[in-house]
């Protein structure tokens, strides 16, 4: 724990220190030989702005990360719909996904999907997941997100993340097993080129290819937030993910004391 703690607290240092130099080398070369040359700061302002964004959203992470870990053995007790949620979720990303081209889709098999959560958790879980998911796909795909209730711990994880027969996929959370458990699942699956490597997703200041993602304005820290949140809330979270086909993560979460939908028949491709 005492190494893990030491290793986080230098990777944020340096993940701080990396804009904060930018700003610095910027101040001093338009305070030197820029002096002069009004006509280049606007770009120089355009890029230091960017900097201070990246300064912005990591701080932000790093907060939510910290609170949600100081309040990691308080059980959740606010009642929360999660389709509701997630559709809430997905509104509000639509504009977003316009912007780039990309069609965001949500499929809802279940009217609702009472769970006792954090709402506030919930929604950042949902953003982060469907963030990502425009993040890293191309312009002209789709995004889908899928919402379903009542399935068992077996339909759950296969409607989470065991839909595509070729596809690698991992664990990264797993729900403690409870036969009688019900579950709620939501899972958003994108068109990206897909993620070769998936051992280490959920790691702090893990990225794929650090230069593209850091281009697109990550923090590393989204997914490790998603999975703190999902560990506290007694959930489980699976990836999936095939080279050129695109990448999916979905979450299953307790249903409070036996709601009443009826499982529904998970969706597999080859039913498609
Ligand atoms: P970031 O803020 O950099 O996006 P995350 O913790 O959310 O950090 O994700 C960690 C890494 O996992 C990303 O940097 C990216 O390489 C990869 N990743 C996450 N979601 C996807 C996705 N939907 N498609 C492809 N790669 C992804």
Known sequence: AEKARADFLANASHELRTPLTSLAGFIETMRGPAKDDPESWDRFLEIMYGQTERMRRLIHDLLSLSRIELNEHLRPNQKVDLALVVAEGVEALVPVARDKGLELELIQSAETAPIYAVRDEMVQVIQNLIDNALKYSPDGTAVRVEVS??????QARTFAGRRWPNAARISIVQSRPDPKARFAVFRVS????GIDHLPRLGERFYRVDEGRDRSVGG???GLAIVKHIVARHRGGLMVESEMGRGSAFGIWLPLTSQSSS???PVPRDEDK
Do not use: I, K
């Open 149 to 154: 209730a009542g399935l068992d711990l077996e």
């Open 190 to 193: 994108d068109e990206g080129q």
């Open 219 to 221: 923090t590393g820290l």
């Open 262 to 264: 009826v499982p529904e």
